[in-house]
């Protein structure tokens, strides 16, 4: 049934969840959208930094403040895992990018099952004091858990926004998205900032992660679902733009809430994959796009 | 007249599949047999698309979905038998391998393969909400009794899917030495220079797009029957997708023998390990094999083969 009220209200809560959705695209915004790796386990390694949050959540550790320990850890992750990539595809050149997708799949894989191996296949969730609550804000019921991670999202955003603009490694890995060839005649070496950018990717997706199952109950093959709404956001957002991020996420969330109020959960999955296809069909370049 | 040996081949495959199916005892070698040959029927089928011309199709799930559904809603509708479950479900694999083929008018490289994701998860969606195929929940199906020679039901789709894997492999190795296949290589090496020189790119990939996703959706159809049961999470299950593409790239993509030596090494391995372990450790196995490929032996087997091969003949 169509109406005024629970179309305002799927704006505002698809609104905040697109946030939710930029934040856990941002990292892949990073490494493929600015990188051009295509970086497919990007999900997979949410769904890991959400075990990560997890397991500190035993120790009574707040998911946000997990996110933020697992940081480090996931940047030097991320750093191995462009090495890898950078030695046997980028530098033998030839089909580096789909030998690569074939070779994230397979790491996607491994991922998943060392999950299901260590914690089970079972759904699990995290404890905090923003976690099943509700509040209201002009007459629209809003779970306080969606606006943790809105806040996060923005804050998140904003602060690499000004690391991209700001600062010199920011702008030098912004540099080697534009033109790798010239900053090599300018003396720096891209691959060694390449594999700093992968590095803040894998580490923001660590936040994300926690964001994740803040947001959600988590599970080994939760990955899946991401992989169609994290592409759709980068791909809209044309490659590697912030502020495009956010729009692209938030257009997502609201469309995936209208559809969901609308005609029902069993549609949602197809939502982000459409506007995917239709984007890539119509503007391949992004909204945003160079 | 190098056909000789491959009909030769041909004929041997087949009388030896229908033999086992009359001589062989335990139901259970053909439970294994018929995954296995599935695979060697779709790594065969992803390879005229992906490996000859160098589109990477993420999409077999897709046309496996496709296929068993096709099946599902022609019994349920008309009580169709296997044979025209697969026709049907063939040339509907074929009509979405077109749609497909257009993608790549725009579309190259990994924008390609994520559309063809795309199209996985739409697919899927959509056949989650036709109620007249079971929706989420799937469908139960009931299978005829078996027709004459055969005294099961398993063996009868096990035979059937040997025949699909001669089909396959034969139409494979047609278009690698035809003019297809040159015109397909060119494609993959250089799309503009290939067109500039008066290859027809559109038509042939268009081409290797229908037959590639015919011979998938056909190979997907049995499955309903195989296993009395379909849903869409299984029916799409992006497994298939990665299984498909890892046997082609662990064969090695450049010759018809590869995908079809990787669909038997990789399923074989991993229908054993089900047995003795877990099904799970089948999906380690596969991400394990297609990462140390990719990154140590980029032209799977018959690379390996072929440079043993050279150091052999130096030595």
């Given at each position: 049934m169509f109406s005024w009220e629970l179309l305002l209200d799927a704006v505002v809560l698809g609104t905040m969840v697109g946030c939710f959705y930029a934040a856990v695209s941002i990292g892949l915004a990073i490494s493929f959208g600015m990188l051009d790796v295509p970086n497919v386990t990007h999900p997979a390694l949410l769904v890991l930094a959400s075990y990560g949050a997890w397991l500190l959540g035993g120790f009574e550790i707040d998911p946000i403040l997990a996110g933020l320990i697992l940081m480090p850890l996931f940047f030097v992750l991320g750093i191995a895992l462009y090495r890898v990539y950078h030695e046997t595809f980028e530098k033998r050149g030839s089909q580096a990018a789909v030998r690569g997708l074939a070779f994230f799949f397979g790491i996607t894989f491994i991922i998943e099952v060392g999950i299901i191996m260590a914690f089970g296949v079972d759904q699990r969730t995290v404890q905090a004091f923003y976690i099943g609550k509700s509040i209201e804000i002009l007459e629209i019921r809003i779970p306080m858990r969606m606006i943790a991670a809105f806040v996060m999202a923005l804050l998140l955003s904003g602060v690499l926004a000004l690391y991209f603009n700001r600062t010199f490694l920011g702008r030098a890995i912004r540099a080697v998205a534009q033109d790798e060839e010239a900053l090599r005649l300018m003396g720096a070496d891209p691959v060694r900032i390449k594999q700093w950018a992968f590095g803040i990717a894998t580490a923001v997706a660590a936040l994300a992660g926690a964001l994740l199952i803040i947001v959600q109950p988590v599970e080994p093959t939760l990955d899946r679902a991401y992989i169609g709404r994290t592409f759709c956001v980068v791909v809209m957002a044309g490659l590697g733009s912030m502020s495009g991020t956010l729009v692209a996420g938030i257009i997502l969330g609201v469309a995936e809430t209208i559809v969901l109020t609308m005609?029902?959960?069993?549609?949602?999955?197809a939502i982000s994959f459409t506007l995917l296809l239709i984007i890539l069909g119509v503007r391949p370049q992004g909204l945003f796009g160079r | 007249m190098r056909s000789v040996p491959f009909l030769i081949g041909a004929a041997v495959f087949l009388t030896a599949a229908v033999t086992a199916a009359f001589v062989v005892r335990n139901e259970y070698v053909f439970f294994a047999g018929f995954v296995i040959l599935q695979f060697i029927v779709l790594a065969t089928a992803w390879n005229i698309l992906g490996g000859y011309a160098g589109y990477v199709n993420f999409g077999t799930s897709a046309f496996v979905g496709v296929g068993i559904y096709t099946a599902v809603a022609v019994f349920k509708y008309a009580g169709a038998p296997l044979y025209l479950q697969m026709l049907a479900a063939a040339a509907v694999g074929a009509a979405l391998g077109l749609g497909v083929g257009l993608l790549t008018l725009r579309l190259r490289g990994i924008f390609f393969s994520i559309a063809t994701v795309a199209v996985t998860i739409i697919a899927e969606t959509l056949i989650t909400n036709w109620k007249f195929v079971g929706g989420a929940t799937g469908v139960q199906l009931l299978r005829p009794p078996p027709t004459a020679?055969?005294?099961s039901y398993i063996k009868m789709l096990f035979v059937v899917v040997a025949v699909l894997v001669v089909i396959a492999v034969a139409l494979a190795r047609y278009i690698q030495l035809s003019g297809v296949g040159r015109g397909l290589r060119a494609v993959r090496d250089d799309e503009v220079a290939a067109e500039c020189s008066g290859v027809p790119t559109l038509k042939l990939k268009l081409l290797a797009c229908a037959i590639s996703g015919a011979l998938m959706s056909a190979a997907g159809a049995p499955a309903a029957m195989y296993l009395q049961f379909a849903d869409p999470v299984s029916a799409f299950n992006l497994n298939y997708s990665v299984s498909a593409l890892a046997m082609s790239l662990i064969g090695g993509t450049a010759h018809w023998i590869g995908p079809v030596l990787g669909a038997i090494l990789l399923a074989t391995t991993q229908q054993f390990l089900t047995v003795t372990i877990s099904s799970e450790v089948n999906v380690l196995v596969l991400g394990v094999m297609l990462v140390l490929f990719v990154v140590g032996a980029p032209d799977g087997i018959i690379g390996l083969a072929k440079r043993a091969w050279q150091r052999w003949g130096r030595r």
């Open positions: 005609f029902g959960a069993s549609w949602a999955p | 020679p055969f005294e």
